[in-house]
């Protein structure tokens, strides 16, 4: 009745069988270096260490071992979310070495974020309210997160590493996401979108559709059955400190679906199990001052042609941009008010923003339209995130996509799967498909 599994965006660590065997070198050649293990790598706000984590993943290792947290993820999500690179690059990058099958699990996850984005896409502002009923009421939920799993002292270890990992990284395995997402709406009956709320602002690949969507999947309000786990679960797929014997966890599916079913939350496991309190980072609604972020004015723009960069869209600069545009660079204060970070996403974001152009406004979207106004032309990269504003300002150039778009309302991924890869054997055709379609489209 419940679920013990779900699937993980996470990509791991490359293993020796999955890389080809190259042929020896003549002796008058050199040899092209291996990619760097995926572990080695830094997270660093480069396009550099984007393309370097791509080029180092195994979709053999991934398939094999995704849901342990020793695994050794790529660190590709905060790439994918702040638009360094693209689905369609990654799977790309990877099919350069590697022919995979369509229904490989590698391109099957990559699916979910794409169909994360098609909900948001169809729903819109709705999939921040409970897409249908969970297992309780919405009013049986509390809406604050208590104190003492903001601040790691639950006493239940893989709650506690769970949440200090986050606030120390900024990175969260999925598979410890689903775990602390349960414990918070399933055993202390916490409403998910308290929780997804708190989760988005301190990870680094906060990506408001996969975030909040993953949340109501877990909380059962966005799939047909809750996801729970246990002690064992964590044993078999965490390391040691991670390990929770003895815990409220430590029993049946069958028990903590019961758990589930009541309105009434567990207690904190006993004072002397919890750690000392760990401090959360402030979660920030403007850019650090460092940054260099200005008020938008409009004689920096005035007769020009803008490219607009914003924290979705980090990428390389289009090509055929005129030679004398003006890069200008968009922290929109409309959004941080509501959706603020911590001081690490800003760090990262900034830092590739600066690396991008050294005009970077921060205003609300009053002030940016009236400076905007003035210039010859304005263009930008779509995103959901800016949704109600870029329209306004810009001409809108949608972001490179892997999957065709579903036309046909498609409420379960399965659907939406089925849909986006019909007819399709290989990746490679995927990516062909989506290829023919954007050259058809851009000569229309």
Not at 62 to 88: E, I, M, Q
Request: net charge neutral; proline share 8%.
């Amino acid at each position: 009745m419940y679920r013990k599994h779900q699937f993980d965006l996470v990509l791991e660590s490359p293993s020796p069988e999955d890389a080809p065997a190259a042929p020896a070198a003549p002796a008058a050649v050199t040899a092209v270096p291996a990619p760097r293990p995926l572990a080695l790598l830094p997270l660093l706000p480069t396009l550099a260490a984007a393309r370097e984590r791509i080029a180092a993943v195994r979709p053999g290792a991934y398939a094999r071992s995704r849901n342990s947290l020793d695994g050794a993820v790529t660190g590709l999500s905060p790439y994918l979310t702040h638009g360094f690179v693209s689905l369609r690059e990654v799977l790309a990058g990877v099919c350069s070495r590697q022919a995979l099958d369509v229904q490989h699990k590698f391109v099957y996850e990559l699916g979910w974020r794409a169909f994360y984005r098609y909900v948001w896409a169809r729903r819109g502002a709705r999939i921040f309210d409970s897409l249908h009923a969970g297992p309780l009421p919405d009013s049986a939920y509390a809406r604050e997160l208590p104190a003492d799993i903001r601040e790691a002292a639950t006493g239940l270890p893989v709650i506690d590493q769970a949440v200090r990992t986050l606030y120390a990284t900024g990175t969260l395995h999925n598979h410890a996401r689903m775990w602390l997402a349960s414990y918070v709406v399933h055993l202390r009956k916490v409403h998910w979108r308290a929780g997804a709320d708190w989760m988005v602002g301190h990870l680094l690949d906060g990506d408001l559709a996969s975030n909040h969507l993953s949340w109501q999947w877990v909380a059962g309000t966005g799939s047909h059955k809750p996801y729970l786990f246990n002690a064992e679960n964590v044993a078999k797929y965490a390391p040691a400190e991670w390990h929770s014997p003895g815990t409220v966890v430590d029993t049946s599916y069958e028990v903590l679906g019961e758990i589930a079913l009541n309105p009434d939350p567990v207690a904190a496991e006993p004072a002397q199990r919890a750690r000392e309190r760990c401090k959360e980072p402030a979660l920030l609604p403007v850019p650090p001052e460092h940054l260099g972020s200005l008020t938008p004015e409009a004689q920096a723009v005035a007769g020009r042609d803008v490219w607009l960069v914003h924290p979705w869209s980090l990428g390389e600069l289009p090509a055929d941009l005129p030679a004398d545009t003006i890069v200008v660079g968009l922290y929109l204060s409309d959004f941080h008010l509501l959706w603020p970070w911590d001081q690490r996403r800003w760090e990262f974001v900034g830092a590739r923003m600066c690396e991008l152009t050294s005009l970077c406004w921060h205003g609300d979207a009053a002030t940016v339209g009236r400076a905007l106004k003035t210039a010859r032309s304005v263009r930008c990269v779509a995103d959901p995130h800016l949704a109600p504003w870029l329209p306004l300002w810009a001409q809108c150039v949608a972001a490179p996509e892997l999957f065709p778009v579903v036309d046909k309302p498609s409420d379960l991924f399965t659907q939406w799967w089925r849909r986006s890869t019909q007819g399709l054997q290989s990746a490679a055709e995927l990516l062909a498909r989506t290829e023919r379609k954007e050259r058809r489209d851009g000569g229309a």
